[in-house]
């Protein structure tokens, strides 16, 4: 295996495993120069943190963050930031059960048959716990944006068959709710939705939405380094993504050119506007300077206490039902997640843009 | 820029502009011993060669490839594989219209705040000819899959609103009618919607699925390296693609987990299998031995002669209307460019994964 | 600034500055089922260690690793292996004076101006700490190494004018004495020489010499990827090296054909076998069966007590004379450092070289 | 295998057999807007060209360049710049002989054991001719850097034991004699002393060196991309190189730190300057702002027509005497072929350190 090392210039590097010592991220190819503490690292894994609603796990963990390395005097000095999070409640209990079969909708059976065996341990490494890694580099990369006055924005735009409503829609308000659902209705009924399925032993799949504001025209590259391409990559590497869009997304297989196109016109302030945005902010892999907008779609958590049918490592067939302390839906504790991995696509494919002109390379350089 | 190169053991990089003297593909690290030869790759450009029925561009390319490296007395060699193929038809019209102004849905205005310029003719590098690149790259790929007894199999599975129904299906048919519509009913009635489009000089959308037969499991990598992550940008990379999925897709959002969940069983000859395929083939980033099934959704063509608004480089509101050979949609030909993506994208996974175990490495190097 | 991540299968991110909590690596790419403890890596930490001797820093440091994710009991798991550990002696001194000035011989001036200030705590990042990472990673490679029945074995070849004698050469001595020398009489008259260098309060360069038995023909890349290419690109990323070779060396230049080439010979147990090794193992950049020979030339210690002109960042010519616990000499503390590299780059080339031939894949997939 | 693709940002991919149809490479990552033509390249090609003296092999071959992409109205574009070189003198001898054995200092046995058989004729991939598409990457690299006031040159520093003298050492010279050797009188020794291996069926030995002059200071990355780091990987990665140095080299092992620090000192307009170039312009893995001085050692050509002991692909201890067109020296056509590397590593590092700095990307995306 190889596979923890994300991005190009901006590049971070994860590890651990759900019941490790530790958990982290070292983040290389930070500029120097930007303002970063712990706290900014810990405002986002707090919102991924378990047991902030009875439909998060109810395992405690204080995920608590100490950056070791990359930052003097209170900013980035361009050199490696490593980070870590100490696992806590790695609660000992017996993992035999776990251990001997082969769990439906996990990659256990796949581990095996890669590494020739697998930590089982709540998981292992491909545990949700994977992904704190993820969000803390995720954290260093949006503080940069921030500082470049780029925002990214994930909610949860639906759970089950219940979706947030165009008309309701109120950015505010996906802070307020534990679903992250920028509709407070919505996110009520949703909550019933989960109520029951958590009755019925079972779980929920859903959507997370993002928006980037803020991002320059002309950013991502042509051919295989598309910015919609460096996205769908990112978000398909969030363990239980089966669905990516920009956009339109699937509907625009649906709709004609004429509905589709984006118009251009020009602003009162003289600069060149699209009317619309079906384009979802990227328009021939490069960003077009309207919002990017892209959708996830999580399947529903696979571990689910009904009972199912499964074989084990003996070859034999068996019926087991899943202990343990399970989310019942992924989607608002992924919320984080994709805001982290959409900020570190978005900085890292800044960095790269930046050597597409003469002339500005010419002057960045100070050369005559 | 950078981003014409694919791949990470099994790579290519492609080139070539819509109007320049040639277009190709060289390939890097594709394994020594596979037969192979230009009617190999040329079986496959034929598949996305122009004018092949009413609903392609009527531009007349005969793109005949030519291998300039990389095998010797008609096996691989393992050096780099060139394959060229020249431009015929770039005539010689007078672009200084399409010069002048950006045209909607295209990266025009991108291109130019981006490179400062841009090759205008025909859409430069932007262009639907840059896929004869992926396609000879793809078509060296699917022989070396194939040689290992892997199929990858793409057709179109809808257009607009046309889909393919289940109970119709039936893959020979898709290499029967001009649409690559696995479904004759399905394929007329798209004919005359396409038919309806053009006359409203109009385009359409639509949506490729692909099925990959024979991967074993375990391929792809844990956290970032995915095997879907890496279909996913490998598709988005595609230029009009703005969804994808795998398996239930976005659809797996509206699930609960009782209905996702794959159930294991054995098999009568000893070996686990899953009763049913929602993954699409792919659990927990790692091929987990049913077929890997694929879509993405392709926008409308963005060229359409009705009249549209726009602004010139002058900074004017203008309205247009696009001349010129473009297809009416962009799916049919795009099936054989999806096909070679994914070939790809499984052969290098695959090529990949040989360094996961211990025992293996040292009996591939037949060490004690 | 990107650049602290190594490799291409075997990859390692290290992190952590001279003052900072901690320094550290993780490696991701290993492969699964390697027997690993805390202990493997522990033992080269402390050959690398500072004060083992009087030739090195007085500066007390336990670097006691500790192991955080990647091993499942008492074995690797094919994720990634991090790796930490702590800073203890960071003598809180004043800085002041440093921070104000550029030392010659070190980038003081360069990384100033590359990222607008530096961390200048004892060199920061540039530190000969920043090796702990290195070590720890090459430590985990070594140990795969040994599994596979290769060994890397590094010493100190010459120290100044001192160079370690053929005829007394003797490998069970390079670990006999702090300098590392293969040679007891070379050793201690090196020790002299050392000890003259202090009391001028001067510094001394050398050269380490690698050789590494038992690695299979074949490994390494054709063109850019040559395994000497990769040795190369390892050794002259190690802090003060200015000067490596395979083989001949520098030497080579001054040979005839007649007197470079090694000629082929069937052995007694019919393998084709090298009668000489002029090539250092490495021919047309891979590995041609016959013991790999390399050695690095480090540069003497920038850090002297003598007095030295340079600037101020007021950009006032000044005198300056340095203080604080520096080696007078780099080599034989390097001389771990060379061998790790070694080891990562020979591991990692062997892993990346598993894919050329199509019979191979075949059967280790176990494919028809 | 998979190597046939360089750098980071600037990065080239090049193919091509000796006898094959042609030998080209694709430029990706070049910026847009860079005046380029194919004269620009075919000057470098020239320089590499068989046949201009009678120390070089007496093939016959135009190597003239095409380009076929990237370049609109004499302009880079930023897309691929994609070039080919016809072979046209592939003499159809008989290759049976050299295909049944073993050449003494050739990778046939390596190729043999790595891909389970070789293109024989003329070497194959690992023929001279390789360099073809590194000089003409190069050549574009070059052509950026002289666009940016940055100038790369080489030529021989020594031929076996006739070495440049300093004292004569004179530019202009290197131009004006076959061997580009900066010293009109050690030309002559030089190529009396190649007359004589030539009589001796014997071939040279020698070393390249290469000055760059305009490189900014701070270029290149700490720690694994260090600038020294990646120019000798490019060094190394050229065939026959045994021996890579950078300013003092292998030298600096001798020298005390008070002989090999470089002084800083403030010039007479306010800028900060090195007294000595001991660090061959770069110090701690970072330009320096001082010339950019390198070595690299070649091999003496191992294609002689002196007997060799060798063995056959039988098994089989044979004598032979290799026939052919080969230089009795691979440095005078080697020269080029140095400088086209060094520039591709220069540009590709300063693209890559646009990055380092907040201020600086805030403003090169004149961002608030």
Chains 1, 2, 3, 4 share one sequence.
Not at 249 to 274: P, T
Not at 297 to 324: C, L, M, Y
Not at 334 to 354: N, T
């Amino acid at each position: 295996m190889y596979g923890s090392i994300f991005g190009t210039i901006f590049r971070f590097s994860t590890w651990g495993e759900s019941h490790g010592k530790a958990i982290g991220a070292v983040v290389d190819g930070c500029p120097a120069g930007v303002p970063l503490c712990e706290e900014d690292i810990q405002k986002f894994l707090d919102r991924r943190k378990p047991g902030q609603s009875r439909f998060t796990t109810q395992r405690k963990e204080a995920d608590q963050v100490e950056i070791l390395s990359g930052v003097f005097e209170g900013k980035t000095t361009g050199t490696p930031i490593s980070m870590i999070v100490r696992n806590t409640d790695q609660r000992s209990r017996d993992y035999s059960e776990i251990a001997g079969y082969y769990r439906p909708g996990h990659a256990d059976l796949n581990y095996d048959i890669k590494y020739g065996f697998r930590d089982y341990r709540g998981g292992g490494r491909s545990s949700g716990r994977e992904t704190i890694g993820r969000v803390a580099a995720g954290a260093v990369a949006s503080k940069v944006l921030e500082e470049l006055g780029i925002s990214v924005t994930a909610y949860t735009r639906s759970i089950g068959p219940i979706a947030v409503s165009p008309e309701r829609f109120c950015l505010e308000e996906a802070s307020r709710n534990s679903l992250y659902m920028p509709d407070a209705a919505a996110a009520s009924e949703a909550a019933e939705y989960l109520n029951t399925c958590m009755k019925e032993t079972d779980s929920s799949g859903g959507v997370v939405e993002c928006i980037i504001n803020g991002v320059p025209a002309g950013i991502g590259e042509p051919a295989f380094e598309k910015l919609d391409a460096a996205l769908a990559k990112a978000m398909f590497s969030i363990g239980a993504v089966k669905g990516f869009e920009i956009g339109e997304g699937m509907n625009a297989a649906l709709l004609k050119g004429s509905q589709n196109n984006d118009a251009y016109r020009m602003s009162e302030n003289g600069k060149v506007v699209k009317k619309t945005n079906h384009s979802g902010g990227i328009t021939g892999g490069l960003s077009d300077g309207s919002p990017v907008v892209l959708r996830a779609a999580f399947k529903p958590t696979p571990s689910i206490a009904a009972p199912q049918e499964t074989v084990n490592r003996d070859g034999e067939d068996i019926q087991i039902s899943i202990k343990g302390r399970h989310d019942p839906i992924i989607v608002p504790r992924a919320v984080v997640v994709v805001e982290s991995m959409a900020a570190a696509v978005i900085l890292d494919a800044m960095l790269a843009g930046m050597t597409s002109r003469m002339d500005r390379i010419r002057s960045f350089y100070d050369l005559p």
